[in-house]
């Protein structure tokens, strides 16, 4: 019998807030009347984006009061991007989190795990490049995917005075380098179990031809009691490497939420720079 998707619903949201990964929409307000200071960036972009429709023009049905620049529009794109690969990582990563415990230590297949493991490192690492063209964008005015882009950017926020800031999206995208790695490893190395399986055997093949010889044999006269030591040792650390896959997803998201904090921030401050 198929689970209710209710029920499912709750017992992901349970896991993603135990290991605080909150939604994106929650971050801002201590309340409905107190801003919170450590998120004061989703404020900003809630309250005064780089552009926004022209409501009134529309509903009279007369002309807007003025055109959106492309860079206006780049950047309301970016932004509004950033907000919804969050919510499909997030989703991906409860998903994640709820197969978790059923990963089995010795596996050939790939398991549910997994699929949504790479589904999440994509929207996560998805997110993180809206976020540096973002800035580049706030910055530069445009992005034109030439190398050095994001370093010319940090070279105008230091001219312009907002060093710390710069410094800071400098540490914060170091910080989910780990989670660019994994992607890039499943992307364009070895995405599932059974291509990892396969490349041990053959390996095992290739050394054991080269060598004339197979590796050593598992005794098979070792004590039951040994064995299942050795099973249980090797059951932890297969635990413990799904975890630490787990956990790099958890830490990837709530470093991207205050990056994404800190690049609204920006975006609102060197807007004000530009007409004072």
């Not at 309301?76 to 991007?81: K, V």
């Not at 230590?105 to 493991?117: G, K, L, M, Q, Y």
């Not at 299942?228 to 787990?246: K, L, M, Q």
Request: with cysteine; glycine share 6%.
């Amino acid at each position: 019998m198929s689970m209710d998707l209710d029920v499912l619903r709750k017992m992901t949201e349970k896991l993603l807030r135990s290991r605080e990964v909150f939604d994106i929409d929650a971050f801002g307000w201590l309340n409905e009347n107190d801003v919170d200071p450590e998120f004061i960036g989703y404020v900003m972009w809630t309250q005064s984006p780089p552009c926004d429709f022209d409501f009134t023009a529309r509903q009279n049905n007369k002309p807007p009061g003025r055109a959106p620049t492309e860079s206006d529009q780049k950047l309301m794109e970016l932004g509004h991007d950033f907000f919804g690969l969050m919510k499909t990582a997030r989703h991906f990563i409860g998903l994640a989190l709820f197969h978790q415990p059923a990963v089995p230590s010795i596996r050939v297949e790939p398991t549910v795990f997994d699929f949504n493991e790479f589904a999440a490192l994509v929207a996560l690492t998805s997110a993180a490049e809206r976020l540096s063209d973002f800035i580049v964008v706030t910055t530069l005015g445009t992005k034109t995917g030439e190398k050095g882009e994001r370093n010319e950017a940090y070279v105008r926020l230091r001219e312009s005075g907002l060093s710390i800031e710069q410094h800071e999206f400098v540490e914060g995208f170091r910080g989910i380098s780990k989670a660019r790695k994994a992607r890039n490893k499943a992307a364009h190395g070895l995405a599932t179990q059974p291509a990892r399986a396969h490349r041990r055997l053959l390996v095992e093949d290739r050394e054991a031809f080269e060598k004339k010889r197979w590796p050593v044999p598992v005794d098979l006269e070792m004590p039951f009691e040994d064995a299942v030591r050795g099973f249980e040792h090797f059951d932890a650390e297969e635990r413990s490497a799904v975890e630490a896959r787990a956990k790099l997803l958890c830490d990837c998201y709530i470093k991207l939420v205050k990056m994404g904090e800190l690049s609204f921030r920006t975006e609102h401050h060197w807007r004000a720079l530009q007409k004072s």
